[in-house]
């Protein structure tokens, strides 16, 4: 199960995401926006957050005008890694590298077939692991005050 979040400035690639995902067969949640009208993005943010760190979805997707106060929002919320990705390289990364578990995306940085193809290299590309896996687990003492 995908989660699904946007708020006004990111309802356009959320549509677009939601469409590839039901062409693909692809379940998934939407915890809103569901109107192009204005929205704070934190209580989605946070929504999204807590059903993939409380394991009811398995990674999430939020989309706001940059990407970047969906991802601060989410990861106030313990044991997310939020990335905000424009591009294809750092997406494959930043889940081979990072294990992010939610993808942020900016609906006034890249255009909705960017959008599309960004969702399918991150719903699609493994954690590496290995040495990886050490620095991840840094990330998680950092956040439980042990670092
Ligand atoms: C809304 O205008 C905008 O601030 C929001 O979508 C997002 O870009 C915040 O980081």
């Known amino acids: ?3 699904l979040g946007c708020d006004h400035g990111g309802f356009a690639l959320k549509n677009a995401i939601k469409t590839y995902l039901e062409e ?3 379940p998934y949640r939407d915890f809103g926006t569901m109107t192009e009208e204005s929205v704070n993005y934190g209580p989605i943010a946070a929504a999204v957050a807590h059903s993939v760190a409380d394991g009811e979805c398995e990674k999430g997707i939020l989309c706001c005008g940059t990407g970047i106060g969906m991802s601060i929002a989410a990861n106030k919320v313990r044991g997310i890694r ?3 990705c424009t591009n294809e390289f750092c997406t494959e ?8 578990n939610i993808l942020c995306l900016g609906g006034r940085v890249i255009d909705e077939a960017m ?3 960004l969702a ?3 719903l699609n590309t493994p954690f ?4 990886h896996a050490v620095r991840v687990g840094q990330i998680t003492q950092i956040e ?3 670092m």
């Open 1 to 3: 199960m995908i989660a």
């Open 82 to 84: 939020a990335s905000v």
């Open 24 to 26: 693909n067969s692809i």
């Open 128 to 131: 590496d692991g290995g040495r």
């Open 120 to 122: 399918e290299i991150y």
């Open 93 to 100: 990364m930043t889940r081979r590298h990072n294990d992010s």
């Open 144 to 146: 439980n005050g042990e």
């Open 115 to 117: 959008a599309v193809k």
